[in-house]
């Protein structure tokens, strides 16, 4: 079991950037690919980005294509996602996820995910 604990939310305005981050603890981090999903209010919990073991791959949802950038330090036990252009579409509770893999093909479903954090509240007004 891996414990996540996110940081980096906020409020932000439309066009603005974030960069959440996620500090994992409780088993090799290194060897498990590693995602964001996002919950907005009642609306089911949906894939953002995700990274594989090495940070070489990484996948995202069309929808923040371009915009958002995935990354991870395995050196720090952490993974990061940089938000730019943000939109209010954007606004959710985003949580951080620890994959049961160490590397996929393609996007991971979110039911994939193993272990998750308890989220960081992003909000973009208009």
């Known amino acids: 079991q891996v414990q996540l604990v996110e940081s980096g939310g906020g409020l932000v305005q439309a066009g603005g950037s974030l960069r959440l981050s996620c500090v994992a603890s409780?088993?090799?981090?290194?060897?498990?690919?590693m995602g964001w999903l996002r919950q907005a209010p009642g609306k089911e919990r949906e894939f953002v980005a995700s990274?594989?073991?090495?940070?070489?791959?990484?996948y995202y949802a069309d929808s923040v294509k371009g915009r958002f950038t995935i990354s991870r330090d395995n050196t720090k036990n952490a993974v990061y996602l940089q938000m730019n252009s943000l939109k209010p579409e954007d606004t959710a509770v985003y949580y951080c996820?620890?994959?049961?893999?160490?590397?996929?093909?393609?996007?991971?479903?979110?039911?994939?995910?193993?272990?998750w954090g308890q989220g960081t509240q992003v909000t973009v007004s208009s």
């Open positions: 996820a620890a994959d049961t893999l160490r590397w996929r093909s393609s996007k991971t479903p979110p039911a994939a995910f193993g272990s």
């Open positions: 409780g088993r090799t981090f290194s060897q498990y690919a």
């Open positions: 990274i594989n073991w090495s940070g070489h791959s990484t």
